[in-house]
């Protein structure tokens, strides 16, 4: 967790808090007024609705962060956006076809899902998820300023989640794993993408030869 993120965990932990408590002492004082018979007395609509804030604030931190995408992407994303636009992930298809290549999958329609997630103001904090319909792969593009980088991107993926492969049932599957993830925080990745992302479908194309290695000489 960054610093960012940790004060901004710190400081609406503390915002709740505070709500929390104005809300217990108005419901303690409306009790205190009522004495013996606080029991038998229906609140009214002022105490119904604290009584219900302080529910909601109990077993929903997180309602004040619904703007954010959900919690289970690594990093904690802030904001979304669009990776075309980024100078570190410009040109995507281009990488998309380099990937597609060096896979070998290029005599076919492949189609894939982009969205980027920036941590701080800085566009070189940010990271694009890619899910790959056809192989249903979600991998993690950091980009590059190099267009020779940038281009091989997704074939030197530091993440490549396979469902099936890469993800398991539950958290205490995940074990000790730094790198399993569960099944629904993958679908969870991957229904975002198709709700806020940026879609490519790739048609067959021709991919240039590849390098003969030294032993077929």
Known sequence: MGAR????????????RTIIRAHFIRLRDHLASQGKSARLSPLGPAMKSSLFAV?????????ADDHAPSRPFDPTPYTRFTVSQSAYHR????????????EQKNDRINRF?????????????????????????LMLWDGSLSADW???????????LRLGRDTVKTEYDIGGSTYLI??????????????????????????P????SNDAD
Request: a neutral charge; charged letters at 25%.
């Open 55 to 63: 529910m909601l604030l109990i077993f929903n931190p997180a309602s």
């Open 182 to 207: 569960t099944e629904q925080t993958w679908h969870k990745r991957a229904n975002d993408c198709d709700t806020f992302g940026e879609k490519y479908s790739i048609h067959p194309f021709k991919a």
């Open 91 to 102: 040109d995507p298809i281009i990488t998309l076809k380099t990937l597609i290549a060096s």
């Open 113 to 137: 899902c982009l969205i980027g997630y920036e941590r701080t103001d800085d566009p070189s904090d940010g990271y694009v998820w890619v899910h790959w319909l056809e192989e249903q792969t």
């Open 209 to 212: 030869p590849r390098p003969r």
């Open 5 to 16: 993120d940790g004060r901004c965990c710190l400081l609406h932990m503390c915002a709740s």
């Open 150 to 160: 940038r281009a091989a991107g997704l074939t030197t993926a530091r993440r490549s």
